[in-house]
C-alpha cells in the first residue's frame, strides 16, 4: 500500500467535497459566503477530516459514508481558528500565509463566518448517518465542554504560572476534542464494532496530545514563512505550553512517545490502520 | 382554556428546564458556564421555547416530546443576542435590563459563551427525537442562509438607503428563520401529519414578520426602562426598519393584519390552537 498516495487522495477529496458543499460566494449573503470560503479553502493540513476517513476505512467501511462529517469537521476546525484570531482573542493577524479572516473581511464578517460554519457543521451532520449520533460526538467535542472550554482556559492561563495538569486540560480539549471526535465520528460512519471505536478512541488520544506537543515545538524552533502563521508568540504571551513545562528536548521525546503508543493502540485493526499510523508520525515529523 | 395561565405554565417548565440542563456555574471552565447561565438565565420572553411546545400540543403531541427542541431553540437565541451585542457587531451595552455579556464579564468570554451555546443546541437536539430532522431545520434557520444571513445584512445594510425587498430579506431571515423553526420543530417533536406542519409554518411566517414590525415599532415608542434595553437606536444608525419605510401608524397597522393572517391559518388544528392564537396577538400588542 503506498500511503502517502493513498493520503493525497483523500486530501484530494476533502478539497473537492469542500468546494462544493460550501454556499457559492456569490449567493447573498455574498460578503459572508465569500469569508467562509477565504477561510476554508486557504489550505491548511486537512487532518481532521483525513483522520475521519481513514478511521472508515480502517474499520471495513468506506469514504463515502465518512464524507459529510469530515466535511463538518474542518467547517468546525476553521471555525475556531477564526474566532481564535479574533482581535478579542489571540489577535493573530497571519493564517495559512494568509490574512486571518477579520483582516481580510472586517471583525463583524468574521465573527458571523465562524457563527455559520459551525452551523454549517451541523446541518452537514443532520444529512449524515448515524446523524444523532455524530452531531452528539461532535456538539460534546466542540463545546464549553470541548474545543470552546480548552480556549476559555487557554485564555485564563496566559501570564500564569504553568501546570502541568491546567496544561493537559487545555490540550484535551483545545486540540484532543475534535482529533477524537475525528477518529470516533469516522468510525461510527464506518460502522465500527465496540473494539474497532475504542481502539481508535485510544489512538486520538494519544495523536491529539502529540500534535499539540509538537505545535509547541514548532512554536518555538520554526519561522513565519515554515509555519504560514506568527511564531514565537506563545513565549511572548507568556503562555502555558509543554515547551515552557519540560524544556525542547524533552517535549520533543515526549511527542515522539506518544506517537509509538498511537500506533501500538492500533493492532487491533491491522494493515487497513496503516495510513493513520503514518498520520500519527507525521503530526510529530511535520515542519508546518 | 385559561390561556394565560397555560401560556405562564409553559414558560415556567422552559425557565426550569433551562436551569437544569445547563452545565453548572462552578464546573470547569467555571467562568464561560457562569457566563452561558448569565445571559440564558437573564429573562426574556421566552417565545421560542413556548411556541414550540405549544406547537407540539397544538398538534396532539406532548410537551415533554419537545422540550429538548424548545430549550435548543433558546440557547440559540441567546448565543445570537450575545454576538450581536458585541462591539464589532452593534455593540449594545443593554440587554433584558441588564449589562451585555460582554460587558459583564470581557468580549473573549463573550465570543466563546455564544459559540457554546450554539453547540449545545445541537447537543440538545442529538437527545431529541426525531434528532437528524430537528437538527436540519435548527441548522437551516440558524446559518447563512437563516439568522446569521439576516445579519450579516442588516450590518451591511445600516447606513444605506431603505429598499422593501432587501428589508424582507433581513427580517425573514433574522427574525422570522428561527420563529419559524420553533414552531416547525415543535411540530416535528409532536408527531405533525403534513397539514398540521404547513399551517403551523404558514403561522409562524405570519407572526415572524409581525414580531420583527412590533419591534421596528417599539425601538421608537418604548422608554429603555420598558424595554429593558436602549431605544431611538434604530433611527440613530439610520437602519432599514417598517418604521422608517411605511411610517408609524401604516407599520402598526401591518403588524395587526399579519397577526390576524396569522390566527387564520391555525384554522386547520382548532381549539388546541387557541395559546398559539393568544401568542399572535401578544407579538404585536406587547410593550416589551
Not at 15 to 24: C, D, G, Q, S
Not at 172 to 184: E, M, Q, S
Amino acid at each position: 500500500m503506498d500511503v502517502n498516495a493513498y493520503l493525497a487522495d483523500l486530501r484530494h477529496e476533502v478539497e473537492a467535497a469542500l468546494a462544493r458543499l460550501l454556499p457559492p460566494a456569490d449567493e447573498r449573503p455574498a460578503r459572508l459566503h465569500a469569508a467562509m470560503r477565504y477561510s476554508l479553502l486557504a489550505g491548511g493540513k486537512r487532518l481532521r477530516p483525513v483522520l475521519c476517513l481513514a478511521s472508515a476505512e480502517a474499520v471495513g467501511g468506506t469514504r463515502a459514508a465518512a464524507l459529510l462529517p469530515a466535511i463538518a469537521l474542518e467547517c468546525l476546525h476553521t471555525y475556531t481558528l477564526i474566532h481564535d484570531d479574533l482581535p478579542a482573542m489571540d489577535d493573530d493577524d497571519l493564517r495559512r500565509g494568509q490574512p486571518t479572516c477579520h483582516k481580510k473581511f472586517d471583525e463583524a464578517t468574521a465573527i458571523l463566518a465562524g457563527d455559520a460554519l459551525l452551523t454549517f457543521a451541523f446541518e452537514l451532520l443532520a444529512r449524515a448517518t448515524p446523524a444523532a449520533q455524530l452531531a452528539q460526538e461532535l456538539a460534546q467535542a466542540a463545546g464549553s465542554r470541548g474545543v470552546v472550554g480548552g480556549q476559555a482556559e487557554d485564555l485564563a492561563a496566559e501570564g500564569r504560572a504553568p501546570d502541568a495538569q491546567w496544561l493537559d486540560y487545555i490540550h484535551t480539549h483545545k486540540t484532543g476534542a475534535l482529533i477524537r471526535a475525528a477518529c470516533r465520528m469516522g468510525a461510527l460512519a464506518g460502522g465500527a464494532n465496540a473494539a474497532q471505536l475504542a481502539a481508535l478512541t485510544s489512538y486520538a488520544g494519544e495523536i491529539g496530545l502529540a500534535f499539540q506537543v509538537a505545535d509547541d515545538v514548532l512554536n518555538v524552533t520554526s519561522t513565519p514563512e515554515q509555519l504560514g502563521k506568527a511564531t514565537g508568540s506563545d513565549a511572548a504571551r507568556k503562555k502555558l505550553t509543554y515547551v515552557a513545562l519540560f524544556g525542547l528536548d524533552e517535549a520533543r521525546a515526549r511527542a515522539r512517545t506518544l506517537a509509538d503508543e498511537a500506533i501500538a493502540a492500533l493492532a487491533p485493526l491491522g494493515a487497513r490502520a496503516e495510513p493513520l499510523a503514518a498520520l500519527a508520525r507525521f503530526t510529530v515529523e511535520r515542519s508546518s
